[in-house]
């Protein structure tokens, strides 16, 4: 049996105990007794340790150890069986037992694993149980179709991608079906996480929390949405207008993390441009929410946009917009040079600019020099800023919402005047 580090065993000692201080700290809060704690737990996990140093190959004794306290906890999960709450219920959970055998468990963890697993488990282990209510509102929140959805979308990410070629299939474009559904699963992680914290976290009435998560989400239906708000309520129109602002600058770091993915070196060299649009777009949201003044009123949750971007529908058209867009790229590149791709940036602008800007930062448009894909990227950007201006102006009418007009035409004009500089000297 080899002696393991002191180190170990005061892991272990110390992982132990704030496992049993955290446990009897949750059930002695309602006056419950149940089986573990901060005496407990160190003693199973020092237990689980020792019988598992004993022999570490076959690990028997470590068995025979586990066996012993599960047939325990057997005999006290029945016996809880017949005791009933105030309700009638039985009062039982899993809970207890599971956490009774976690801390048996931890001797071997913290003797023959990597720190980080030992601390990484307990951790875990604490914030479960301690987050129980929390957990079970969430839960309560969360819709079954979201629920399905959201696991359709595992399904195909953990089984779909490890099985698709990494090799082009065609030879209109050097696109492979691996890289297609990459790019896919880029976008969609970015804007379910956005959206999972604008539906669960963001605040009641916080219009700004929406229309910054919105940006991450969508700039242009976030933008679709605040006007039609600010068209059927007037009042609300200032601080509507600052949110339209607030998503378009959100949107450039946004493509920059995008980017940035699958290309780094194209993403370090717009890094300088995109932020400095962003923190200009920041600036003018700031100055129009300013303008603003207080809320009339809380401004009700809007639902509108709340859409699920992890539909099936929704991936697979996004998918066939990758490769329509990736093959017409190369066909426009071949035929037309950089300038080809300048002009179908500018017309892609118009629909959305995340298959566009995938396909140059994965190089399905080579050879294209960082300069001639960065001018098509900030071409793309401006062109959708522009048709966000339209949005604006057509949903809430041009002359009240002239400041969000205006803020998005000149971020579309400085993307366009930095396309432009780099077109003629980064060749």
Request: hydrophobic content about 55%; charged content about 15%; glycine content about 8%.
């Amino acid at each position: 049996m080899s002696v393991p580090p002191v180190t170990n065993l005061a892991l272990l000692l110390g992982l132990s105990f704030f496992f049993g201080l955290a446990f009897e700290d949750f059930y002695r809060r309602d006056g419950e007794a149940r089986p573990g704690g901060v005496r407990t737990f160190p003693l199973l996990a020092i237990s689980g340790g020792l019988l598992y140093l004993i022999d570490t190959t076959s690990a028997l004794p470590f068995v025979a150890g586990l066996i012993a306290l599960a047939a325990w906890l057997v005999v006290y999960y029945r016996d809880r069986m017949r005791s009933v709450d105030a309700t009638g219920a039985p009062d039982v959970e899993l809970i207890v037992p599971v956490c009774n055998l976690l801390a048996y468990l931890l001797g071997p963890i913290a003797l023959g694993e990597p720190p980080w697993v030992g601390v990484g488990v307990t951790v875990a282990a604490v914030l479960l149980l301690a987050g129980r209510e929390r957990l079970h509102r969430l839960a309560r929140r969360v819709e079954t179709r979201e629920i399905v959805i959201a696991g359709q979308f595992l399904l195909l990410t953990g089984l779909v991608l490890p099985l698709l070629p990494n090799e082009p299939v065609t030879t209109l474009t050097s696109i492979t079906p691996y890289k297609v559904w990459l790019a896919l699963l880029a976008v969609c992680t970015i804007s379910y996480a956005s959206y999972l914290l604008r539906r669960y976290v963001a605040p009641p009435g916080g219009d700004l929390w929406v229309a910054a998560l919105g940006g991450l989400y969508s700039s242009t239906a976030t933008t679709v949405v605040l006007a039609r708000r600010g068209a059927a309520d007037p009042a609300a129109l200032p601080r509507a207008q600052a949110g339209i602002i607030l998503a378009t600058a959100l949107m450039y770091p946004r493509v920059l993390v995008v980017i940035g993915v699958f290309n780094p070196k194209l993403a370090l060299g717009l890094a300088p441009p995109l932020l400095a649009l962003a923190l200009i777009g920041l600036l003018l949201a700031f100055w129009q929410y300013r303008r603003a003044g207080a809320p009339p009123r809380e401004l009700a949750p809007e639902q509108e946009a709340q859409r699920n971007p992890l539909e099936l529908s929704a991936a697979a058209l996004f998918a066939v917009l990758f490769v329509v867009i990736s093959v017409a790229s190369s066909w426009v590149k071949s035929r037309f040079g950089e300038t080809g791709i300048d002009v179908l940036a500018a017309i892609v602008g118009i629909t959305d600019i995340d298959p566009f800007v995938l396909s140059l930062a994965q190089g399905v448009a080579a050879p294209l020099s960082i300069a001639a894909a960065g001018a098509a990227v900030l071409i793309a950007t401006a062109s959708n800023n522009l048709l966000k201006a339209g949005y604006a102006a057509t949903f809430a009418g041009l002359r009240r919402s002239l400041p969000a007009v205006g803020a998005l035409v000149a971020l579309a004009l400085g993307g366009i005047l930095i396309a432009l500089w780099l077109i003629l000297n980064g060749a």
